[in-house]
């Protein structure tokens, strides 16, 4: 009978920055609240700090700095230990890296966007972007269709597509960058100016009709004043009736004028009508 050997199991590797902190824990939750267990909590803080340096640098190379992330992490460390329970008899590891990497994501999640873009998109976002990690592994290493997207993904075609759109949000470009690396241009050479004559092409549409139906002295009135640009006296002169006459003319018709615009067009109430 040969003799069975036995393989000794592997021992698990354990982490330098895992330090054995279970008694500290106990310690902690067996203190009130008060001065000596804030002291407490900082040291099992900072005890903890490499582990949590570690899970940042995961997600470094994403627009912020290491830094940063350090410091998120760290407040999610805080928070960690802040609610531990040992006496639930869970490790401290498998509770602190979720708290510590939920903190990491919710920062990139509220504050890394240049522009707010809903929480829906967002997540909608990092399933598109998964996808097409995971499908983009062809040698052409073209982008797989919507189609191809929404069947690996489970999402809609419409919500693949709000999700392709928001991958190229997550941050901004000054008016001032070049779009083809040319310094001759910028982003704003390319922006559009609103023009002011826009507005006048709408005034003149909407006063038309109403002109036609003036009598014919108002409209000669009109015509000399606004048209020929001839001064209240010449007006006048030219048709045989006093400066005064002419005057209050010109007030009554305008007012007429505008009053049948606006009543025929309420939305350009305030615009005044141009002969």
Request: glycine share 6%; aromatic share 6%; hydrophobic share 35%.
């Given at each position: 009978?040969?003799?069975?050997r ?9 982490h ?7 008694e ?13 267990r ?58 602190a ?20 873009v ?11 972007r998964?996808?097409?990690?995971e ?5 052409d ?51 559009g ?19 036609r ?7 000669k ?38 009053r ?16």
């Open positions: 009978m040969c003799a069975v036995y393989r000794p199991q592997r021992a698990r590797h354990s330098d920055d895992a330090p054995d902190t279970s500290g824990f106990k310690k902690l939750a067996a203190l009130p609240e008060g001065p000596e804030q002291a407490h909590s900082e040291r099992l803080v900072e005890a903890w700090l490499p582990m949590a340096h570690r899970l940042a640098a995961k997600y470094r190379n994403r627009g912020e700095t290491l830094e940063d992330l350090e410091q998120v992490a760290a407040l999610g460390l805080v928070k960690a230990v802040d609610r531990y329970d040992p006496a639930h008899g869970t490790p401290f590891v498998p509770f890296v979720p708290t510590i990497v939920g903190e990491i994501r919710r920062h990139f999640r509220d504050h890394t966007w240049d522009v707010h809903p929480r829906r998109t967002q997540e909608l976002r990092n399933k598109v998964a996808s097409v990690k499908l983009n592994t062809g040698a290493g073209r982008t797989p269709g919507i189609e191809r997207i929404a069947e690996h993904s489970g999402l809609s075609e419409e919500d693949v597509k709000a999700g392709m759109e928001a991958l190229e949000s997550f941050s901004s470009l000054s008016l001032d960058a070049s779009p083809n690396g040319s310094d001759d241009l910028s982003l704003v050479d390319a922006l100016s609103t023009e002011p004559g826009f507005e006048s092409v709408v005034a003149r549409e909407a006063v038309k009709p109403c002109l139906e003036l009598p014919e002295r108002q409209r009135v009109l015509y000399l004043r606004f048209f020929r640009d001839m001064t209240q006296s010449s007006i006048g002169a030219e048709l045989g009736i006093s400066q005064m006459h002419v005057s209050r003319l010109l007030s009554r018709t305008c007012q007429e004028v505008r049948r615009v606006e009543r025929e067009h309420p939305t350009g109430a305030g615009h005044r009508p141009a002969a």
